[in-house]
Each structure stands twice: as structure tokens, then as C-alpha cells.
């Protein structure tokens, strides 16, 4: 993750760290922002790890199961 402007404000303040995760879920990798389950869709799209291993390791299966299967 780079910190942007909007993310280093959500880390000083206590009161929003709680929305940095949905800052990075909702960024891009041109903005250095990619949440673990993204870069694992990214390596199981290019056949680098299985569908399992995936899974596996997600920190939301479930979701990444939908975004494997081509939902959200």
C-alpha cells in the first residue's frame, strides 16, 4: 500500500483507521493500493496459483469464491 493523502489522514485519525481497509479494497493498483484477496485473484488469472490455494489463504473466501466465479 502507498500512502496516499486520504490514507495517512485515515491512519492519524482513531476515529477513521477502521475505514483504511475499505480505502484499499476500493483502490487500484496505479494508486499502490491492493488488498491481498486482489492480488490473489490477480495470481490465480494469471494460472501462477490454483483455485484452492487461493481459497486457502483469502482472507474472505467467500468473496473471493464470487470474484473467482466472475461476480462483483
Known amino acids: 500500500m ?11 485519525d482513531p476515529l477513521k483507521i477502521k475505514e ?7 483502490g487500484t493498483v496505479a494508486e499502490g493500493m491492493l488488498s491481498f484477496d486482489g ?3 490477480t495470481l490465480w488469472k494469471q494460472g501462477a496459483i490454483d ?4 481459497l486457502q489463504y483469502a482472507s474472505s ?5 464470487l470474484r473467482l ?3 462483483t
Open 2 to 12: 502507498s500512502v496516499s493523502a486520504l490514507a495517512r489522514e485515515f491512519i492519524l
Open 20 to 26: 483504511l481497509g475499505d480505502l484499499v479494497k476500493k
Open 39 to 41: 492480488s490473489l485473484l
Open 51 to 54: 483455485e484452492e490455494t487461493a
Open 61 to 65: 473466501p467467500t468473496d473471493l469464491k
Open 69 to 71: 466465479e466472475g461476480f
